[in-house]
């Protein structure tokens, strides 16, 4: 069982940046791919950003390649999104998701545990 606790999130304009954190309990943290997704009123979940389990691969949605960069510290049992240049489009509320199956997937339904997400507003 891994619990999942994201941070970082709030409001900012245009332009900004916001790193997002997502804390892991348990001592097995490295032995999960992780994930960051985010919904936005009215939209299905979407994927953002994936890693793998030591953090070698990583995998972008093609909306946030560059601005954003995935990264894990496994020895912190944490997971960062750092968003950069942000959009209005980018507001959503924000999920860390962690996977039991080894890999990197871009897929809601191949994550087994996820955090409660945390609020990004991108104002012009």
């Known amino acids: 069982q891994v619990q999942l606790v994201e941070s970082g999130g709030g409001s900012v304009q245009a332009g900004g940046s916001l790193r997002l954190s997502c804390a892991a309990s348990?001592?097995?943290?490295?032995?999960?791919?992780m994930g960051w997704f985010r919904q936005a009123p009215g939209n299905k979940r979407e994927f953002v950003a994936g890693?793998?389990?030591?953090?070698?691969?990583?995998y972008y949605a093609d909306s946030v390649k560059a601005p954003f960069t995935v990264s894990r510290d496994n020895a912190k049992n944490t997971v960062y999104l750092e968003m950069n240049s942000l959009k209005p489009e980018d507001t959503a509320v924000y999920y860390c998701?962690?996977?039991?199956?080894?890999?990197?997937?871009?897929?809601?339904?191949?994550?087994?545990?996820w955090g409660q997400g945390t609020q990004v507003t991108v104002s012009s």
């Open positions: 998701a962690a996977a039991y199956t080894i890999g990197v997937f871009t897929t809601a339904i191949r994550y087994d545990y």
């Open positions: 348990g001592r097995t943290f490295s032995s999960y791919p």
């Open positions: 890693l793998s389990r030591c953090g070698g691969r990583t």
